[in-house]
């Protein structure tokens, strides 16, 4: 079961490029990297999601290296709403790997004007 | 949203007495499950369900139960309810849409136990 590492907490300000690396050292060939929002009062929300090299769509890009040990959220120029806990998640979802999900406590995101 | 919704929204109840949360889906999804949430802590993973009837426990499970009598209503069932139980429960869904393979959330349930 891969375990994750990202940061608690980071800041940045409205209009710039945020960059949140999740560390993954122990994933396994079948797994996925999977990326999640989270608002107060709500439940977590999917963003992207990815196996190798890079994915991008409508809100985010997700960065990953050869070797899939880490992998890197992009998300470009944020805004103020932007402002959120972002989740890094690894697992065999093919199988029906959610049961073994560990959200881990996130990354915490503070967008200021 | 994937028509999930989720009852109560809000409760507090008293230490020894028995809660139900109701998970309701509308979209004819397999697997469904509950989690719960504390503060300073990512969601921790209660019990799931791959089907009607068919139920099995996640990291959590101790103090819960759940059940599953029809594919749209996911029950979470605290038995005996205590402090340490006071949490956020989220319940979600899992497909696979436009090749990837998404959970969805409902909007929560706040429960607190005194």
């Known amino acids: 079961l891969a375990k994750t590492t990202q940061p608690i907490s980071m800041d940045s300000y409205e209009g710039q490029e945020v960059n949140i690396t999740c560390s993954h050292n122990?994933?396994?060939?079948?797994?996925?990297i999977t990326w999640y929002q989270q608002f107060p009062s709500q439940g977590p929300r999917f963003i992207i999601q990815?196996?190798?090299t890079k994915v991008t769509n409508e809100v985010a890009s997700l960065f990953i290296p050869a070797d899939r040990k880490s992998s890197t959220l992009s998300l470009p120029r944020v805004s103020l709403s932007d402002t959120a806990v972002y989740y890094c998640?690894?697992?065999?979802?093919?199988?029906?790997?959610?049961?073994?999900?560990?959200f881990g406590a996130g990354t915490r995101l503070a967008v200021h004007p | 949203d994937a028509g999930i919704t989720q009852s109560p929204r809000h409760k507090v109840t008293e230490t020894g007495t028995p809660v139900t949360l109701r998970c309701h889906q509308t979209?004819?999804?397999?697997?469904m499950y509950w989690y719960r949430q504390d503060p300073g802590h990512g969601l921790r993973l209660i019990h799931y369900?791959?089907?009607?009837?068919?139920?099995d426990k996640g990291e959590v499970s101790d103090g819960y139960s759940v059940s599953r009598s029809k594919t749209e209503d996911f029950l979470l069932t605290l038995e005996s309810a205590t402090s340490s139980q006071t949490s956020v429960y989220f319940c979600a869904i899992s497909e696979s849409k436009a090749g990837n393979y998404e959970q969805y959330f409902g909007p929560g349930t706040r429960l607190t136990v005194t």
């Open positions: 990815g196996y190798k």
């Open positions: 979209e004819n999804h397999r697997y």
């Open positions: 122990n994933i396994a060939t079948n797994d996925y």
């Open positions: 369900s791959y089907g009607v009837k068919d139920t």
């Open positions: 998640l690894v697992g065999d979802f093919l199988s029906g790997g959610y049961n073994k999900l560990i």
